[in-house]
Each structure stands twice: as C-alpha cells, then as structure tokens.
C-alpha cells in the first residue's frame, strides 16, 4: 500500500506537514525522531492519511493537495 499523510504539529496546531509513503508508521516515528529536514525541530500527530494501491495514485494525490496549497481537502 501506498499512503499520502498529513501531519500536525503538536507545539503548533495551525502547522501541517503533507507527505507520502509506503509505511506509514516507521514514517510518522522518523518525522518524530527528527530525521526529516522540513519537520525536525518539532513533533507531530498523524491526523490523516488515504490508502492507495499503487505509487503513482498516492504521488498524484500529494502533488494535487500540494498544488492546491495545502487547504483541508481531507
């Protein structure tokens, strides 16, 4: 399975990250554990995320809330 995730920040709630995977668990902890550039320095709750059968439905679907500027289509 393939996941596109959505991430909110615990010290900052109007804060997400938007991401895509195919572990959504190790994915969430490595965020957590500050291996991430773009979410190290803070920690996160995953607060959404979709399941797809293949790579390229999920990384369609990242790009489409990415390009849409990140706005609650969830």
Known sequence: MYYVYVLQSKADEEKFYLGSTTDLKRRVEEHN???NKSTKTQQWTLVYYEAYTTESAAREREHKLKQDGRRNDF
Do not use: T
Request: no cysteine.
């Open 33 to 35: 554990q500050g291996k």
